[in-house]
C-alpha cells in the first residue's frame, strides 16, 4: 500500500491552465506507475494519463487530452505532476491520482490501481 496525497486544482476559466499534484510521502514514487483518472457528475472514471515505472518514464495519454495535459515526474520530491493547458469547461472533473504496477495492456484500467489519492476538482467556468 502507497499512500498518496494529492494538491491543486480549482476554478479556472476555459483557455486557462491548472497543475496537479500526486505525491508519495516516505515512499520513492518511481517504484510505480502513477496514473490519472478523471469523473465527470454523472459518468464513468475516465483514463487521463499514466507514467509508467519501468525505464525511461514513458508517458501516455488519453486521445481528449493529448497535447493539451502534461504529466511530469520529479523523483527528488516523490511527486507527480499534472500540468493542465487549454483546459475547456468538458474537463471538468474530479481528479484522482493512482498508483500501481500495472502491465501495458492494463494501464488505463482503474482496476489495475491498488492506491488512490483523495481527488481533488477541477471546474472549468467562465
Known amino acids: 500500500q502507497v499512500h498518496l496525497v494529492q494538491s491543486g486544482g480549482g476554478l479556472v476559466q476555459p483557455g486557462g491552465s491548472l497543475r496537479l499534484s500526486c505525491a508519495t510521502p516516505g515512499r520513492t514514487i518511481n517504484q510505480y506507475t502513477i496514473a490519472w483518472f478523471r469523473q465527470a457528475p454523472g459518468k464513468e472514471r475516465e483514463f487521463v494519463g499514466a507514467?509508467?515505472?519501468?525505464?525511461?518514464?514513458?508517458?501516455h495519454y488519453a486521445n481528449s487530452v493529448e497535447g493539451r495535459f502534461t504529466i511530469s515526474r520529479d523523483n527528488a520530491k516523490n511527486t507527480v505532476y499534472l500540468q493542465m493547458n487549454d483546459l475547456n469547461p468538458e474537463d471538468t472533473a474530479l481528479y484522482y491520482c493512482a498508483a500501481g504496477q500495472p502491465i501495458l495492456s492494463q494501464l488505463r484500467a482503474e482496476t489495475a490501481y491498488g492506491n488512490w489519492g483523495q481527488g481533488t476538482q477541477v471546474t472549468v467556468s467562465s
Open positions: 507514467v509508467r515505472r519501468l525505464g525511461g518514464n514513458t508517458y
